[in-house]
C-alpha cells in the first residue's frame, strides 16, 4: 500500500499555486470589491445577472487556465486535454479548494466547463462545442433537473418529439449552475418509454439562441457566488439530429458515466474547504485570549479541533481510495457516494467549528467563514442529496 501522493499532482499544485500568484492574486486586488463583505451587491445587477465587469474576470481567468492547461487537465489528451487521472484531478481541487472564496475558482471550469459527458461528441460537435470549450472561449451547462423532478431526474417531464427530420423540445430546467451565461446547453429530454425508465432520455446540445431557449429567471441563493444559477425554458426548440450527442434514447448512460468522478471532485472540494476552515481556526486558537489564555489552552476548543482534524483525515483517505479505484477499472459506487456524503458534511462541520472558536467575529461579515457556512449547506444537496447518497450505498450493501 503506498500512501504517497502522486508526483504528478505535487507538480501541478505548485504550479498552480505559481498560476494564482501570477495570474489571479493581481485580479483579487484590482477587483476586491467582489470579494469583500459587499460581494453580492457588487457581482449581481438589479435583475441578479452577474454584472459584465465580474463575467470578464472570471473570462480572463478561464482563458488563461486554459492556456495554462489547468482547465481541462481531466479530460484526455487527443482532445486537448492534460489526461491526468482521477486520483491527481481531486488532490489539485483540494488543493484550490484550500483558500478564502476568490477568483481561483475558475481555474478548474467547474459546471460550465469542459466535461467528460462531452466525450460523446462527434467529429463536428467537437470542432464546434468541445475544441473552444477546452480553450475557455465559450462555457456550457448542464441541464438536467426541472421543478417536479430532482432526485428523481429519470421521472423528467421535458420531451423531445420527432417532427420531420427536426426534434422539438418543450419542457422547464431549474437551478443550472452557469445557465444564465452558458454558449449551449446539454439538455436532457425523454425521446421514448415511460416516466422513470432509464432508457428513453436523449441529450441534446442546444444553442442558447435557438428560437424557443431563454433564461426564465435567476434564482437567488443562500451562498456560492450570487447568479450562477436559472430556470431555463425550452419551448417548441427545433432541433436536428446533428445537435443529439451520442445516442438517442441513452443520454442518462452518457452522464451517469461521469457522475462518479463528480461526486469524488466534491468531496475533495469539501476536504480542502474543511482543511481551510480549520487552519484558520486553529491559528486564531492560539492567539485569542480569554482569562488570560489562549483559547485552545482550553479542551472545550481544543477538542472540536483535534476531532475536526481527524474527520478531515478520514474523508481524505476516503476519497483519494474511491479516486484510486475508479482509476484502476474498479467499480466504486459505494465509494464515491461515501465520499461525496461525508465530504459535504465534513465542510459543514468545518464552517460550523470555525464559526464557533471565532465567536462573535466569525458571525461578522469582515472574515470569509460566514460565506463558507452559507455556500457549504448547497455541499449537502447538490450532485445527489445526502439521502440519495445513503440510498446508494444502501443499494450496494444489500
Ligand atoms: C446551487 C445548486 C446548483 C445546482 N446545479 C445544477 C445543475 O447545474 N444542473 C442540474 O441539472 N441540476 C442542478 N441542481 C439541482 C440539484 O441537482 C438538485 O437540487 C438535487 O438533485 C436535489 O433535487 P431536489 O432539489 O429536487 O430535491 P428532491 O428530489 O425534491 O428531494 C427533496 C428531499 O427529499 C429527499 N429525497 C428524495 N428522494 C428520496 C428517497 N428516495 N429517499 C429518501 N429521501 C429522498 C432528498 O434527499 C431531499 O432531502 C443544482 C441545485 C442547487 C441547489
Not at 428560437?211 to 436536428?240: E, K, W
Not at 476519497?319 to 464515491?336: C, H, I, S
Not at 442529496?385 to 440510498?391: C, G, N, S, V, Y
Request: include cysteine.
Amino acid at each position: 500500500m503506498d500512501f504517497s501522493e502522486p508526483s504528478e499532482a505535487i507538480q501541478i499544485r505548485k504550479a498552480i499555486d505559481e498560476f494564482i500568484e501570477r495570474e489571479v492574486a493581481p485580479l483579487e486586488r484590482e477587483h476586491d470589491r467582489f470579494l469583500g463583505e459587499d460581494y453580492e451587491r457588487h457581482i449581481v445587477d438589479d435583475d441578479h445577472r452577474q454584472v459584465p465587469e465580474y463575467r470578464d474576470v472570471v473570462a480572463e481567468i478561464r482563458q488563461k487556465s486554459a492556456e495554462a492547461g489547468f482547465y481541462g487537465m481531466s479530460m484526455p489528451v487527443d482532445v486537448g486535454g492534460g489526461g491526468v487521472d482521477v486520483l491527481t484531478r481531486s488532490i489539485v481541487g483540494e488543493h484550490v479548494s484550500n483558500r478564502p472564496p476568490g477568483f481561483h475558482s475558475a481555474i478548474l471550469g467547474g459546471a460550465g466547463g469542459p466535461t467528460p459527458i462531452l466525450l460523446a461528441c462527434d467529429e463536428r460537435q467537437r470542432e464546434e462545442y468541445l475544441d473552444p470549450l477546452m480553450e475557455g472561449e465559450i462555457t456550457t451547462c448542464f441541464a438536467l433537473t426541472e421543478p417536479d423532478h430532482g432526485s428523481d431526474p429519470h421521472y423528467m417531464d421535458t420531451t423531445a418529439e420527432r417532427d420531420g427530420d427536426e426534434w422539438v423540445i418543450n419542457g422547464e430546467k431549474y437551478w443550472i449552475t452557469n445557465g444564465p451565461y452558458a454558449d449551449f446547453a446539454m439538455v436532457f429530454a425523454r425521446t421514448s418509454g415511460d416516466d422513470g425508465d432509464y432508457d428513453g432520455i436523449t441529450c441534446f446540445l442546444v444553442d442558447e439562441e435557438t428560437s424557443g431557449y431563454s433564461v426564465d429567471r435567476i434564482h437567488r441563493t443562500m451562498g456560492l457566488t450570487p447568479g450562477d444559477q436559472c430556470a431555463l425554458a425550452f419551448n417548441d426548440v427545433r432541433v436536428g439530429d446533428e445537435q443529439v450527442l451520442g445516442e438517442v434514447d441513452r443520454g442518462f448512460q452518457t452522464a451517469m458515466d461521469w457522475v462518479g468522478g463528480g461526486r469524488i471532485n466534491i468531496a475533495a472540494t469539501g476536504v480542502g474547504k474543511a482543511q481551510y476552515l480549520l487552519d484558520k481556526a486553529t491559528d486564531y486558537a492560539s492567539s485569542r485570549e480569554t482569562f488570560g489564555k489562549p483559547i485552545g489552552h482550553r479542551q472545550g476548543i481544543s477538542f472540536q479541533l483535534a476531532d475536526l482534524a481527524t474527520e478531515v483525515e478520514q474523508v481524505r483517505w476516503l476519497y483519494r481510495y474511491a479516486a484510486w479505484k475508479l482509476d484502476n477499472g474498479e467499480r466504486a459506487r459505494k465509494e464515491e457516494s461515501m465520499a461525496k456524503l461525508r465530504g459535504a458534511e465534513l465542510y459543514n462541520e468545518a464552517a460550523d467549528v470555525a464559526m464557533q472558536v471565532h465567536g462573535g467575529s466569525g458571525f461578522m461579515k469582515d472574515l470569509p467563514i460566514e460565506r463558507e457556512y452559507r455556500s457549504a449547506r448547497v455541499f449537502r444537496i447538490f450532485e445527489g442529496t445526502d439521502e440519495i447518497q445513503r440510498r446508494t450505498i444502501a443499494r450496494e450493501l444489500i
